[in-house]
């Protein structure tokens, strides 16, 4: 459960971050594949090439809108999984994605999840 309580005034000025790590021996290293480190939230979902991978999130869970602003509220996320079926070069292995949503500099919430690329 995730849940965000700004103001579509506020949601203009949040930024989120969307860090996907590899699994390595020692731990998980970060991927340079996606590194999305404090982006403004609205500006990053609205693009027209992240549109595919938003919209297949959002299948997914109990949003009910697809673009800024969103009713602040507490949303789910249910079976989620990556959709690989259109992606950059993901090589197979073990991956890690971490999604931080930041307001004023503070995390105010995030979610993870654990997947497996095989081709």
């Given at each position: 459960?995730?849940?965000?309580?700004?103001?579509?005034?506020?949601?203009?000025?949040?930024?989120?971050?969307v860090i996907l790590s590899q699994r390595k021996s020692n731990g998980y290293?970060?991927?340079?594949?996606?590194?999305?480190?404090?982006?403004?939230?609205?500006?990053?979902?609205?693009?027209?090439?992240?549109?595919?991978?938003?919209?297949?999130?959002?299948?997914?869970?109990?949003?009910?809108?697809?673009?800024?602003?969103?009713?602040?509220?507490?949303?789910?996320?249910?079976?989620?999984?990556?959709?690989?079926?259109?992606?950059?070069?993901?090589?197979?292995?073990?991956?890690?994605?971490?999604?931080?949503?930041?307001?004023?500099?503070?995390?105010?919430?995030?979610?993870?999840?654990?997947?497996?690329?095989?081709?």
């Amino acid at each position: 459960m995730v849940t965000l309580n700004l103001s579509p005034e506020k949601q203009s000025q949040a930024e989120i971050s969307v860090i996907l790590s590899q699994r390595k021996s020692n731990g998980y290293q970060e991927s340079s594949l996606v590194q999305f480190k404090k982006v403004n939230y609205c500006n990053f979902i609205d693009q027209t090439w992240v549109r595919h991978s938003v919209e297949h999130f959002y299948s997914h869970t109990n949003f009910s809108e697809t673009k800024c602003p969103f009713t602040p509220g507490t949303y789910f996320i249910k079976d989620f999984y990556p959709d690989l079926s259109n992606p950059p070069v993901i090589p197979n292995g073990q991956y890690r994605m971490d999604i931080h949503f930041i307001y004023d500099n503070v995390i105010i919430n995030g979610a993870q999840a654990v997947f497996i690329v095989e081709f």
